[in-house]
């Protein structure tokens, strides 16, 4: 079974940073893209930031030069690394694998104070 646990979440104040992970279970991970989307109340889920298999990565405008993702294969985990955070970064985050895109795990909050 397929499964993904996100953590790292938590209140941060504006300009501060976050390290979110997302562990991953019940298949190898390695051969997979991986993303994190973002979801606040109402809205659409949107794609924050993917890392292909090689380790190539594309962000959305909005978060790029602030947030950067990353992956270790051999601990099924993938990073995101958030850096100079701002109150509309304020979302629920969820990791997702490409190849088992059905697959979500339960989120993190990310909440950023101005």
């Known amino acids: 079974q397929v499964q993904l646990v996100e953590s790292g979440g938590g209140l941060v104040q504006a300009g501060g940073s976050l390290r979110l992970s997302c562990a991953a279970s019940g298949r190898t991970f390695s051969r997979s893209a991986m993303r994190w989307f973002r979801q606040a109340p109402g809205k659409d889920r949107e794609l924050v930031a993917t890392?292909?298999?090689?380790?190539?990565?594309n962000y959305a405008d909005s978060v790029k030069g602030r947030f950067t993702i990353s992956r270790d294969n051999a601990k099924n985990t993938v990073y995101l690394q958030m850096n100079s955070l701002k109150p509309e970064d304020t979302d629920v985050y969820y990791c997702n694998a490409l190849l088992y895109s059905y697959v979500w795990g339960q989120g993190t909050q990310v909440t950023v104070s101005s």
């Open positions: 890392i292909t298999s090689g380790g190539i990565t």
